[in-house]
């Protein structure tokens, strides 16, 4: 059984920073990818970030230059760092693991961007 479990979200000023944060739990393959997803009202839910567990990364090209993603493996968290924050960063934002043949998501925490 694996848990994810997310914190860090909340409501700040265009320009402002956030950091969520997203710790699993479980049997963990060593080998896995951890990544945020974010779901706007009225939108698919879309890839903002992604990093291996060897450090390789992918990033949305709305967030290249202002987020960063990082991860701790002995304590199988994944950061995101998230800068200059704009209105249109506005949703909810999931953390995923693949973990060898499953997939897992948290449970979302909201990110609220205001002008």
């Known amino acids: 059984q694996v848990q994810l479990v997310e914190s860090g979200g909340g409501l700040v000023q265009a320009g402002g920073s956030l950091r969520l944060s997203c710790a699993a739990s479980?049997?963990?393959?060593?080998?896995?990818?951890m990544g945020w997803y974010r779901q706007a009202p009225g939108k698919q839910r879309e890839l903002v970030a992604v990093?291996?567990?060897?450090?390789?990364?992918n990033y949305a090209d709305s967030v290249k230059g202002r987020f960063a993603i990082s991860r701790d493996n002995a304590k199988n968290t994944v950061y995101l760092q998230m800068n200059s924050l704009k209105p249109e960063d506005t949703a909810v934002y999931y953390c995923?693991?693949?973990?060898?043949?499953?997939?897992?998501w948290g449970q979302g925490t909201q990110v609220t961007v205001s002008s």
């Open positions: 479980g049997s963990i393959f060593r080998t896995n990818f």
């Open positions: 995923n693991l693949r973990n060898g043949p499953s997939e897992y």
């Open positions: 990093i291996s567990s060897d450090g390789s990364t």
